[in-house]
């Protein structure tokens, strides 16, 4: 499977943008939005494809953008659990980890779970190995 790059960039702007409004507002619905954002981009589905009518010059690997979202997932689902507990360190440190990725990737094209996705594949063949002898 391939994905459009400027599907992901433009998602990761967004979520830049409404992780820093939820951080702002201590806002659980919000955050729980964007936690349903993450699970469709998990799934292949970004809302933000249908931005785009025309097909993109240039794919990638939707591997490695769909394990970051992911990832993107388990913080938001992290903060949220924070929230509805109370549990105020979880909530921010969640929150604003899942931000830091998010800005990362739209500021700089940096993806930090696309490069964990790659990190882990290397490593796997290796560990593998390790096991069977």
Request: with cysteine; aromatic share 8%.
């Amino acid at each position: 499977m391939r994905a459009d790059p400027r599907v992901l960039r433009l998602g990761a702007a967004v979520t830049t943008i409404v992780l820093a409004l939820v951080l702002v507002t201590g806002s659980v619905w919000l955050l729980a939005v964007q936690a349903v954002v993450f699970a469709l981009g998990v799934a292949g589905r970004s809302p933000y494809r249908m931005l785009f009518k025309s097909p993109p010059k240039k794919t990638e690997d939707a591997r490695p953008p769909r394990f970051a979202q992911a990832v993107g997932l388990v913080f938001a689902v992290a903060g949220l659990i924070g929230f509805v507990t109370g549990i105020t360190p979880l909530a921010l440190g969640a929150t604003a980890a899942a931000l830091l990725a998010a800005f990362l990737n739209a500021a700089f094209g940096f993806c930090l779970g696309c490069e964990m996705y790659l990190m882990i594949r290397r490593l796997l063949p290796a560990a593998t190995m390790e096991v069977h002898q």
